[in-house]
């Protein structure tokens, strides 16, 4: 009998983070979506896909959100077990974040056509940014799908070359600003999607950092790459 | 049997014969002490034989069977024997299956076995290759969160496994796979992905094609039914009626070409083995190639034709002549007024030949010389139809050459000229006797 529960219960914990990741499948689908928009011009189709990526993941929230709330109040899980439904529901609101960010970038992309200033940063610079991004997202998923902490070291370390991408393709438009007013209003929809692409790196590297808390148990938010090694390096 | 009978009572019996000695010369007291001491080291002696198989079957499952003795030789050696037989099955087990992995490991399809819960059990390396699979770490990990694409989810819980689903490879990017789900065995699944990559890109390029070519007729359909509709709806003089219907054979002749264009391709493209081969001579080709330039030109251009050694080729003279005259007048569309373009015709150490068009025009970016030869493919659009070209012409030399075994090299500054070359296998170039070849070049050249 007892056996048989806790072994309903493994049941239950495996299609909750079967779950989030099939949330984070939607989520990555939605980015090549939003980043194909951003490399092709026009498309209005892509643009309509992203939006509708985007409502299916904020339904995938609520259901996975209520799912962690039956299995706490059902099961009083401990330890570990806790540790995952908590970092679950951290993990399954930073999805929705991404899924926030990767509309606005597909919606932007559509309003900044048409400047030929800008081609190169837009068609070079952002486009690389956010696929650094894009495969950010993919480790962060798989380091949860195989639970392994050590993919955090290299997600945290890519995070800090988006960070630095944002900063140059700023620094790049600033320039084009001075040079010439007119392209102001497309510059600043192209500094709104970096800030979006950047954002989204962030959403993953907290999930990577989810992933280490749930195996070693250790908080690593707000610590460096280096510290993160050390950490991993410990018991 | 009777073996094992006799072995295990000759040593009690011979314990009962010496007891028996005893008790005749020592009294019964002695030949009884003897007998009980006698039988006691015979159980002793069989409980270690026990002893000896049970630490045996305790042990190591491939330790050796220990020897037997007495009548334990008989059983200890039809245990060894049987170890044997059974070592022998695994062995040949374990064989069959090396084989078939490796089998599955030649496939050139990924596969990949699921448990009734969808988890990994086995994929061979090409699956793990293309889906980002572990060897090691992924067994055990249910597939769907490894390949999290929402299409692939949908088709393994939908149930539905008649048809195969198409997802692009997270893994590999520009790599489109078609997978297939085989449900086997107990609640067991086998799924089979193929690289379609290329499929795909061939499938496009069909359809790419047939845009290309509507959009191509379309053109100059749509200039002349305008032309059409003007002349009917409006009372036009003499003069302007003149130059419509002009501009409207113009647009014609644009059509006529590129289907005459369309035709040739298809026909280098849909015959398998090249037309008859045939022997002759290079310089007359070269000559009706630079006359009918010069005529191209109509003198706008300074054109000049080094012949070269007298050569003859094995091929077909038509497509020859076509591929080269192609080139040329690819150089007069490309060259501007007042540039010069210079054919030449050489034979290399090797024997292979070589036929250049070198001109002084607008030149190619390196990045659009490899997709020159693509069907419709142009640099500059308005440039290209400005000049009367159809976007077929180098797709044609190039089914020409394919079909010479010959290879066409193309060098390019932009601003300042291009070189395209065509070099033809020395097998199928033959040098004339040289008397007669050193009066060939002597000829200067003309232009």
Not at chain 2, 113 to 137: K, M, T
Not at chain 2, 145 to 169: A, K
Not at chain 2, 181 to 194: A, N
């Amino acid at each position: 009998m007892n056996d048989h529960t806790s072994k309903q219960f493994d049941v239950e914990m495996e299609a909750i983070r079967s779950g989030v990741l099939s949330m984070g499948g939607l989520v990555e689908r939605q980015f090549k979506r939003a980043i194909q928009a951003l490399e092709d011009d026009e498309d209005g189709e892509l643009i309509d896909a992203v939006g509708a990526d985007e409502q299916q993941i904020n339904q995938l929230q609520v259901d996975i959100d209520q799912q962690c709330a039956q299995i706490i109040a059902r099961r009083q899980p401990t330890a570990v077990d806790l540790r995952m439904i908590l970092t679950i529901s951290k993990v399954v609101n930073d999805l929705e974040r991404a899924g926030d960010e990767i509309k606005k970038i597909a919606y932007k992309a559509n309003e900044t056509l048409g400047s030929d200033t800008l081609r190169r940063v837009r068609y070079y610079d952002v486009v690389r940014a956010a696929r650094q991004a894009e495969h950010m997202l993919q480790l962060s998923l798989d380091a949860l799908a195989r639970l392994d902490p050590d993919a955090a070291v290299e997600i945290v370390d890519l995070d800090d070359a988006i960070d630095a991408a944002f900063s140059a393709i700023l620094r790049q438009l600033i320039s084009y600003m001075m040079e010439d007013p007119r392209t102001i209003t497309p510059a600043l929809e192209i500094v709104f999607i970096a800030k979006s692409i950047e954002r989204v790196g962030d959403h993953a590297k907290n999930i990577a950092e989810a992933v280490v808390q749930v195996v070693r148990g250790k908080d690593v938010r707000h610590a460096s790459a280096e510290q993160i090694r050390a950490e991993l390096a410990g018991p | 049997m009777r073996e094992i009978w006799i072995a295990g009572l000759a040593v009690p019996a011979a314990a009962i014969v010496v007891a028996a000695l005893v008790y005749a010369l020592g009294g019964p007291v002695a030949g009884f002490a003897v007998l009980a001491l006698l039988l006691l080291a015979i159980v002793i002696w069989h409980l270690t034989q026990v002893v000896k198989l049970v630490h045996w079957a305790d042990g190591e499952l491939d330790a050796p069977v220990p020897e037997g003795h007495g009548a334990w030789r008989i059983p200890f050696t039809r245990i060894y024997r049987r170890v044997r037989a059974r070592a022998a099955v695994h062995r040949d087990l374990a064989h069959t299956i090396a084989r078939f992995q490796s089998a599955a490991e030649a496939v050139p399809d990924g596969m990949v076995v699921l448990d009734a819960a969808n988890r990994i059990r086995w994929a061979n390396r090409r699956a793990q290759r293309q889906l980002g699979i572990a060897e090691d770490g992924d067994i055990g990990t249910p597939l769907a969160n490894l390949l999290r694409e929402p299409e692939f989810i949908r088709y393994l819980e939908g149930g539905d496994y008649t048809q195969s689903v198409v997802v692009p490879s997270a893994r590999e990017s520009g790599v489109t796979l078609s997978m297939l789900l085989v449900p086997f065995g107990v609640d067991e699944k086998l799924i089979i992905c193929r690289d379609i990559t290329e499929l795909e890109a061939v499938a496009r390029m069909r359809r790419d094609f047939i845009a290309n070519v509507s959009h191509e007729l379309k053109t100059p359909l749509t200039v002349i039914s305008g032309f059409v509709e003007t002349m009917q709806d409006m009372d036009l003089d003499a003069h302007q009626r003149e130059r419509y219907l002009a501009l409207m054979e113009q647009q014609a002749q644009s059509m006529r070409r590129l289907v005459a264009d369309l035709l040739t391709l298809s026909a280098l493209e849909s015959e398998q083995s090249p037309a008859a081969d045939t022997t002759f001579a290079v310089e007359p080709l070269l000559r009706a190639v630079y006359a009918d330039a010069l005529a191209l030109s109509a003198g706008d251009h300074a054109i000049t034709l080094d012949a070269g050694p007298a050569a003859t080729l094995v091929g077909a003279r038509d497509e020859i002549a076509s591929a080269f005259s192609n080139l040329v007048t690819n150089a007069i569309r490309y060259t501007p007024k007042g540039g010069r373009i210079a054919l030449a015709w050489s034979i290399a150490e090797d024997g292979s030949g070589m036929f250049s068009v070198r001109d002084t025009g607008i030149g190619i970016a390196p990045e659009h010389i490899p997709r020159l030869t693509e069907r419709f493919y142009r640099v500059d659009r308005s440039r290209s139809r400005a000049t009367g070209g159809t976007g077929l012409g180098l797709a044609i030399v190039k089914h020409v050459l394919l079909r010479h075994q010959a290879t066409l090299e193309v060098a390019s500054v932009p601003g300042s000229g291009s070189t395209f070359s065509v070099r033809l296998p020395a097998r199928r170039v033959h040098r004339l006797p040289a008397a007669e070849g050193a009066r060939e070049t002597a000829v200067p050249a003309r232009g």
